[in-house]
């Protein structure tokens, strides 16, 4: 009989016990063609993540491209009608094909590994969900071979209208709006299933990660928010080939009607976006911490009002347009408001790190980088809450730095930890350490040049979504310096490319549990079996992995058909 630290080092899953706690091997057929017709959980959650970081690549090339551009003034690189449709394609691709689903991919791995379930409620609607995405974001890039749409990425009434832009771009836009969001909506109701039904015994709501829960939240955002975006796409497409007016003023429509469709929807949509990334963080920093997290009611409860405040903001997005000064105050108050949980939620992470027994891991520099990053987008936001403010900086470079630095400062940088983190579960290896922290500071020093003086260009009146700007306006420096950071940043990017493929080849072996994690996923083999799991440990805390590495340890072992569940 193996000794318990004989056990520890071999992983839980290889404890010695007379129930089968994990079903050794992987016996799926090979062969890239069984991946098209998977109902895995986690084989979709790689298709996500490998489609949605294809799309990313794709992304940045977009934004490397506009940065070239821009780095002098009287640039003849890209003419005006290109760099629209830079924009356009490069705003689209980063929101609606890589941040939200890819969140959706990690959340796919992982929420029924966390929960300990088998797979997902609905198997097959799961991989439905994954080739809309893949079928919406196809459909969009094919119009790089007649044309692109250059109206932006939330292609503003009545510049989209067909008597504007009569070409194709703007369809192929509204395709990809209607077939990502069906995407999104079936994977949100199928969250939701699982995760209210599908729990392991014992994972009362106080018990649920924190991730778990952020993924249940941004799932009702998504259902709430997801009808509004497409009733305003399909009044676009009718209005372009129907002979509809719904914005076009000659008719009798509104184009303000589009504004408040698309932003009761881009709000909203801001929230989705990072809410699975602060489960991300609280998921992090506790085990490099190696403490608890902090607060861990004040977190969900924080997560909740985020989501709450975000319903009520919209027209915050809308303070230049003609609207009742006693409504612009109440959109004010509601974007302060959210400062507020936001701040709860920053102090208790920070709680979680003070006095703990630090681990300098790469998933820990990148979740380090989001929080300093994430705290200066926020502080932006408010100052754009402002609505005087916001009158003199809306559209202008000042949103475009807010911009990313909330969406990649936040969302990419917890991405990117939750890369780190999670890879060795998803693959079995562990990745360059080295490489990892080369990349994470090309990416966080990188960043901060291409951004930080985006502020500055702002505040000296640089309008955004222009593709050359007078020289002698003093803006030349500041242009070129952030062209220089932004590929800097696309190198940090690569070097995780690099590594990620050169792991997977000849990568460290991990282990069932090399972090020494607290949730349920690190239970199981690295990568899991198809099954996940044939027994269950019954949750009794919100961290299973410490009680279970604490019954080892100590030799303690509870009665009979106490310490585990069989998986229906």
Do not use: C
Not at 129 to 152: C, K, M, N, Q, R
């Amino acid at each position: 009989m193996a000794t318990p630290e004989q056990m520890i080092r071999g992983g839980i899953a290889t404890m010695p016990r007379p129930e089968v706690l994990v079903r050794g091997g992987d016996e799926r057929p090979g062969g890239w063609l069984s991946w098209l017709a998977t109902t895995d959980h986690k084989r979709i959650g790689i298709m996500y993540l490998f489609a949605t970081f294809i799309f990313f690549l794709l992304g940045g090339v977009e934004a490397l491209l506009m940065r070239l551009q821009l780095a002098t003034s009287g640039n003849t690189l890209i003419d005006a009608q290109t760099y629209n449709g830079l924009i356009s394609m490069h705003g689209t691709t980063m929101i609606f094909l890589f941040i939200v689903p890819v969140l959706a991919g990690f959340g796919n791995y992982f929420v029924p590994l966390m929960i300990g379930a088998r797979d997902m409620a609905f198997p097959r609607l799961n991989a439905l969900s994954f080739w809309l995405l893949l079928f919406g974001g196809i459909a969009f890039y094919a119009s790089l071979f007649f044309e692109p749409p250059t109206a932006g990425w939330t292609s503003y009434a009545p510049l989209s209208d067909d008597a504007y832009l009569p070409d194709g771009g703007i369809d192929a836009w509204i395709f990809l709006i209607h077939l990502t969001g069906l995407s999104s909506l079936i994977g949100a109701f199928n969250f939701v299933a699982t995760i209210h039904n599908m729990r392991a015994r014992g994972m009362g709501w106080g018990r649920m990660p924190i991730f778990v829960w952020t993924i249940l939240i941004y799932s009702y955002l998504l259902i709430l928010a997801l009808p509004s975006i497409a009733a305003a796409v399909t009044m676009l497409l009718t209005d372009r080939h129907f002979g509809t007016a719904f914005f076009d003023i000659t008719g009798g429509g509104d184009p303000m009607l589009w504004q408040h469709l698309f932003w009761f929807f881009g709000h909203p949509e801001v929230y989705i976006m990072i809410l699975p990334a602060f489960g991300m963080i609280s998921e992090i920093l506790p085990v490099f911490a190696r403490k608890p997290i902090f607060g861990y009611q004040a977190i969900v409860a924080a997560t909740a009002g985020i989501a709450f405040l975000g319903m009520l903001v919209w027209a915050h997005h809308m303070f230049t347009t003609p609207t009742a000064t006693v409504v612009l105050a109440f959109f004010m108050i509601s974007s302060f408001a959210i400062a507020v949980p936001t701040g709860i939620k920053i102090f208790n992470w920070l709680a979680t790190l003070w006095r703990g027994s630090i681990m300098m891991k790469t998933p820990l520099y990148f979740a380090a980088g989001f929080l300093g990053t994430f705290v200066i987008g926020g502080i932006s936001g408010v100052i754009l809450a402002i609505f005087p403010v916001d009158w003199q900086l809306h559209d202008t470079y000042f949103v475009v730095a807010h911009l990313h630095y909330v969406l990649f400062g936040g969302s990419v940088f917890a991405i990117f930890a939750g890369l780190y983190y999670w890879f060795p579960k998803m693959s079995g290896r562990l990745m360059s350490e080295g490489l990892g922290k080369v990349s994470f500071w090309l990416m966080f020093i990188g960043f901060n040049m291409t951004f930080l003086v985006q502020h500055s260009l702002g505040m000296s009146g640089m309008p955004r979504r222009v593709y050359d700007y007078p020289e002698g306006v003093g803006w030349d420096g500041m242009n070129l310096f952030s062209t220089i950071g932004s590929f800097l940043l696309g190198i940090g990017v690569m070097v995780t490319v690099v590594n990620v493929i050169r792991s997977l080849r000849s990568g460290r072996r991990a282990g069932n549990d090399p972090w020494k994690g607290n949730t349920l996923e690190w239970f199981t083999q690295s990568p899991p079996p198809e099954n996940n799991f044939d027994v269950v440990p019954r949750v009794r805390s919100v961290e299973p992995m410490k009680d279970i590495r604490r019954e080892v340890q100590t030799g303690t072992r509870e009665p009979a058909g106490t310490v585990a569940q069989p998986v229906a």
